[in-house]
């Protein structure tokens, strides 16, 4: 069963605990030496990741006494996964010095070879362990931190590549919206010119200069466009050919609807440019779409401040088609009122669409501030 992350113990806290106990050990030899040795060892523990090699100092006299092993054991560790590798064989030296000598002094000589040759041994053992251990520990944290670097770089890598793969598509975009429709609207432009300029009758004229005139001004759109889509930066995407919500009267003056407004709200105060381009396109799609599937309906355009004066709600209302369009000149893509959606969404609100009870559409948008 795997225990939860606050009640998990790693091997070194395990073998601190044991450490702390290990004192129970040699309660039948407690005097003052053991005091003196013992307690220092114990409580310097704790510094043992800040001052290494000093903590392993103070441990050093419990361990030539033999009262206390495993503090000077996991020191050693500490020394040896906290500091290079070149700076480990003094405080190693040191203790394998330490653990050789013997205890009492004046009892060296009571003691056989074989005796002296098992204590060095054991020194050595226990030295040579604890820091193996402990370069072991800090050569595997020093791989995990480099696997890191080097995940951290690839995912880096992939992130340019995305963006260049962006940057590439968008210039790919850019060359076939220029060389298809930049021709088409051209072609209009022209002709709608010439038309203009041997028509006499006034109201066609009329209507052939606001043809013109819509072509001319969707090729300086067209070429807003292409330019942002040429740009790589994050500035070049939110410039030019940017609408605002000054041009929303010729918008709806332009649009040879009955269109009848209620825009006091968007001169009360000043607007972010994300809502001024999604107000502006909302209407626009709005008034497309009626002159799409409902020509000669009138058409309200409302935009009010919510009761917490937070955010703005625009609607777009029109009645029932005077009459039914016989052509099917205007393609339908579908594509309209979703990307409004997604344009009100990214500022944080919402988009809704619905028919009315009486025929006609209702669109509603609540835009926050």
């Known amino acids: ?10 091997a070194e806290q395990v073998a601190v605990v044991c450490a702390l ?69 003094w405080p190693s030296g040191l203790l394998i010095a330490a653990a050789v000598c013997p205890w009492p002094l004046p009892g060296v000589a009571d ?56 940057i590439r598509e968008r210039a790919r975009l850019a060359r076939d919206m220029h060389d298809t429709v930049s021709h088409h609207l051209s072609i209009i ?20 200069e606001s043809i013109r005139k819509h072509s001319v001004r969707a090729l300086e759109e067209l070429r807003d466009t292409v330019g942002v889509l040429r740009r790589s930066g994050v500035l070049g995407a939110t410039a030019a050919g940017r609408p605002h919500l000054a041009d929303l ?41 009626v002159r799409k599937h409902a020509p000669g309906a009138p058409v309200a355009i409302s935009a009010l401040l919510a009761e917490d004066r937070e955010s703005l709600v625009l609607e777009v209302r029109n009645g029932p088609a005077a009459h039914r369009r016989e052509d099917a000149a205007f393609p339908a893509g579908g594509h309209g009122l979703v990307g409004l959606r997604e344009r009100a969404e990214r500022l944080g609100g919402r988009l809704d669409a619905s028919p009315g009870a009486d025929g006609g559409f209702l669109v509603r948008a609540v835009l926050p501030l």
């Open 1 to 10: 069963m795997r225990l939860p992350r606050r009640i998990r113990l790693s």
């Open 111 to 166: 003691k056989t070879l074989t005796e002296l040759l098992n204590a060095i041994e054991v020194a050595a053992l226990l030295s040579v362990g604890s820091t193996a251990l402990g370069l072991l520990a800090r050569a595997r944290a020093q791989t995990q931190a480099q696997l890191a670097r080097l995940e951290a770089s690839q995912a880096r890598e992939q992130r340019l590549g995305a963006e260049q793969a962006v």
């Open 189 to 208: 432009a022209v002709q709608a010119g010439a038309l203009r300029a041997v028509e006499s009758d006034p109201a066609k004229r009329a209507d052939v």
């Open 249 to 289: 009267p010729g918008l709806a003056a332009d649009s040879a609807l009955d269109v009848t407004t209620d825009l006091r709200a968007l001169t009360e105060r000043s607007w972010p440019p994300g809502v001024e381009t999604a107000v502006y396109r909302i209407v626009q799609e709005a008034l497309t779409n």
């Open 21 to 89: 106990a290990e004192p129970l050990t040699v309660l039948d030899e407690s005097g003052p030496l053991a005091l003196a040795v013992c307690v220092p060892a114990l409580l310097a523990l704790p510094l043992r990741r800040r001052l290494p090699v000093t903590v392993l100092c103070a441990t050093l006299p419990a361990m030539v006494t033999g009262y206390l092993l495993l503090p000077w054991v996991i020191t050693m560790y500490a020394v040896a996964s906290s500091r290079p590798q070149d700076r480990v064989l």
